[in-house]
C-alpha cells in the first residue's frame, strides 16, 4: 500500500461483472452497509439496469481499493433553486441529474486521494453524458457523521456540492450544479 495521495495513472477502473464475483467480498470497508451492497446488489443491479458501478483497482498490487456505483436521478425545483431556475427562464419542475449512489474506498487506502479522483471520474462522465443527453446536476446523498474524519457531507462540500434539502435525520440530497459556477 503506497504512502502516498494515489493519481489516476496508477488506477485502473472496469465496470463491474459476473467475472469480479470471487473478489468482491475482499474488499474491506468501516462503512459495512457499503461493502455489503458491492458483493450482495452491485451486480444485480446493473443487471437490471438499476446503476453501474465501477471498480477501482490500484495497479501495482491490482488489488480492488474503491468503487463507485452511479444512477439516473432528477432534481424536484424547490426554494432558491426554484427561483434561480425561473429567473434564468427555466419553468420545469424538475431537471436531469446523474446520481453518485454509491462510493466507497476500502479501508487500507482511505485518505489516498481516491475519493476525489472518484468526484472527477464522475465529473468527467457527466461532461460526456451531457454531449448526447441533457444533464445539468450530480447528485448524492451525504451521511452525516459526528466524527469529522469520515463525514461525507463535509466531503461533498469541499468539491463544490450543496446541500439541497435540510433534514434533522438521515441522509441529506447534495447537488452539484454542472453549468452554473
Known sequence: MPNERIS??????????AAHKP???????????LADFLVEDAI????????????????????????ISVLT????????????????GITYKSLPALKI???CVSDAYLRKGLGTLMIEFTNILAEKIRKDAGLRFITTDAKRNPNPYND??????????DVLKEREK????MYKDLIKK
Do not use: C
Request: hydrophobic share 35%; aromatic share 16%; proline share 3%.
Open 8 to 17: 489516476m495513472a496508477d488506477i485502473d477502473i472496469q465496470k463491474i461483472s
Open 23 to 33: 473478489m468482491l467480498a475482499s474488499f474491506k470497508s468501516y462503512e459495512k452497509e
Open 44 to 67: 444485480d443491479n446493473q443487471d437490471k439496469s438499476i446503476s453501474i458501478t465501477y471498480l477501482w483497482f490500484y495497479k501495482p498490487t491490482k488489488e480492488l481499493v474503491a468503487y
Open 73 to 88: 436521478d432528477a432534481i424536484n425545483l424547490q426554494g432558491n433553486l426554484k427561483s434561480y431556475f425561473r429567473k434564468a
Open 101 to 103: 449512489g454509491r462510493l
Open 152 to 161: 461525507s457531507l463535509h466531503f461533498y462540500k469541499k468539491r463544490g456540492f
Open 170 to 173: 438521515g441522509t441529506l440530497p
